[in-house]
């Protein structure tokens, strides 16, 4: 018995260290990039615009009094919140990580691949200032 629950914490420590592994995820790969910016293109600019910059007046409401669509290019708040969440909102929506969520921001889980949404971030990132892009780094560590 005791043997098996060694295994259980082995495992779980495990799959913990493989999750984090590929945090923080860089700008370095132009090939993440370019598959990122196909993917923004296809999935998100709709609401966040082609060139990153969010809705037009953001900060308001839209006419069915939901949040509008923020920047995602470094000059709104997305740089507040790590890699890990960052690819949560995404995968999943703030459907799940705020109760009664009734917004606009819903998850892309079951159309990009974990791999796809770190290539979003990726090109994302390659939006953002220098200081702002390390920061972010040594956060996401
Ligand atoms: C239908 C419009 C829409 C689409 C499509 C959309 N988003 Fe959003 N997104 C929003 C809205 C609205 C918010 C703000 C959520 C809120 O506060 O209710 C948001 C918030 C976010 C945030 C949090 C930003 C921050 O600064 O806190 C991220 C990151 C994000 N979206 C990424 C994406 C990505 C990546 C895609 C494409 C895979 C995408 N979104 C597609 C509407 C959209």
Known sequence: MKKYIFIFFVLF????GLAHSHYPITRDSLEAIKNGKVL???YCASCHQPNLAGAANWQGLDEDGHRKAPPLNGT?????HTDELLHRMIKYGFVKLIKNYEG???GFGDKISDEGIDNILSYIKSYWKDDIYEYHLEMSK
């Open 76 to 80: 709104g708040h997305t740089w507040h």
């Open 40 to 42: 923004y293109n296809q």
């Open 13 to 16: 420590y495990a799959d913990i």
């Open 104 to 106: 606009k921001m819903m």
